[in-house]
């Protein structure tokens, strides 16, 4: 059983398919995240104007990215 | 290209696309046209359920070529970079609730206009389905041809096919028969 630190330093360099299914798998993470961050701000009466400003990115960006979903799921 | 696809043909060619919109899969390959063509249409579902195919077993026999391609987070490519995605389920829960996680951030039927491109492969047995077709129906390019199109490729959904127990040879055979027969 290879301890974490041995995972890291192997998959972390050498073998491109190996970092690459793990920065698909990391992002993949990270959108449900966000997503869930997102959702939950806004139900809580964030402005889109507040997430995107958290987010470090522009209002449009977020609002085109998560407004058509959080909108249709139910609050507005 | 597509103005001589028949509806039947259009159908697959756009299911193949939603199939891979579910999966998560930034492109269209043939793998998707097959498994469309299994799903639903009438010509070359019947070929294939004579060969013992249905849309259930092709997709089982794509998951583990596809890794977290579909709802499943990639639990063991987490880990090699120090993630556990256990430790990171839980801690979702405690907020969001049991199966936050899994939720995908934009259910795919919302997700409109997101361009996914053909793979080479697949715009290879577009051509080859519209040569089948001049060949052997006039002209007219029907599902039949597609699947015929993606065998005669020898990509990935001829390599879905056998990987199923397909024999390649026999179903373009009688997909051959039955083109020429509906002809």
Same mark, same amino acid.
């Given at each position: 059983?290879?301890?974490?630190?041995?995972?890291?330093?192997?998959?972390?360099?050498?073998?491109?398919?190996?970092?690459?299914?793990?920065?698909?798998?990391?992002?993949?993470?990270?959108?449900?995240?966000?997503?869930?961050?997102?959702?939950?701000?806004?139900?809580?009466?964030?402005?889109?104007?507040?997430?995107?400003?958290?987010?470090?990115?522009?209002?449009?960006?977020?609002?085109?990215?998560?407004?058509?979903?959080?909108?249709?799921?139910?609050?507005? | 290209?597509?103005?001589?696809?028949?509806?039947?043909?259009?159908?697959?060619?756009?299911?193949?696309?939603?199939?891979?919109?579910?999966?998560?899969?930034?492109?269209?390959?043939?793998?998707?046209?097959?498994?469309?063509?299994?799903?639903?249409?009438? $010509?070359?579902?019947?070929?294939?359920?004579?060969?013992?195919?249905?849309?259930?077993?092709?997709?089982?026999?794509?998951?583990?070529?596809?890794?977290?391609?579909?709802?499943?987070?990639?639990?063991?490519?987490?880990?090699?970079?120090?993630?556990?995605?256990?430790? $990171?389920?839980?801690?979702?829960?405690?907020?969001?609730?049991?199966?936050?996680?899994?939720?995908?951030?934009?259910?795919?039927?919302?997700?409109?206009?997101?361009?996914?491109?053909?793979?080479?492969?697949?715009?290879?047995?577009?051509?080859?389905?519209?040569?089948?077709?001049?060949?052997?129906?006039?002209?007219?390019?029907?599902?039949?041809?597609?699947?015929?199109?993606?065998?005669?490729?020898?990509?990935?959904?001829?390599?879905?096919?056998?990987?199923?127990?397909?024999?390649?040879?026999?179903?373009?055979?009688?997909?051959?028969?039955?083109?020429?027969?509906?002809?």
């Amino acid at each position: 059983m290879a301890s974490a630190s041995d995972l890291l330093t192997s998959a972390a360099s050498e073998n491109p398919d190996d970092g690459l299914r793990a920065v698909v798998a990391l992002r993949q993470l990270l959108e449900r995240l966000e997503h869930l961050h997102v959702q939950r701000a806004r139900e809580q009466g964030w402005s889109w104007q507040d997430i995107a400003r958290a987010l470090g990115v522009s209002r449009q960006a977020v609002h085109q990215k998560h407004g058509s979903s959080i909108r249709l799921s139910g609050r507005r | 290209m597509f103005e001589r696809f028949t509806q039947s043909a259009r159908g697959a060619v756009m299911a193949a696309r939603e199939e891979a919109d579910r999966r998560g899969d930034g492109w269209i390959g043939t793998e998707h046209v097959v498994l469309a063509l299994a799903e639903d249409d009438a $010509v070359s579902e019947a070929v294939l359920l004579d060969a013992g195919v249905t849309a259930e077993v092709l997709r089982a026999a794509m998951v583990p070529g596809a890794p977290g391609a579909r709802g499943d987070l990639d639990a063991d490519a987490l880990r090699t970079i120090g993630i556990d995605l256990q430790d $990171v389920r839980r801690a979702v829960e405690r907020t969001f609730g049991e199966g936050a996680l899994d939720e995908l951030p934009v259910p795919p039927a919302r997700r409109r206009s997101r361009h996914i491109p053909f793979t080479t492969g697949a715009k290879k047995a577009l051509e080859l389905a519209v040569r089948q077709a001049a060949t052997l129906s006039g002209g007219s390019i029907g599902s039949e041809h597609l699947l015929l199109g993606v065998l005669d490729e020898g990509g990935a959904g001829a390599h879905l096919l056998t990987s199923v127990g397909v024999d390649p040879q026999q179903l373009r055979a009688t997909t051959v028969d039955k083109a020429r027969r509906s002809a």
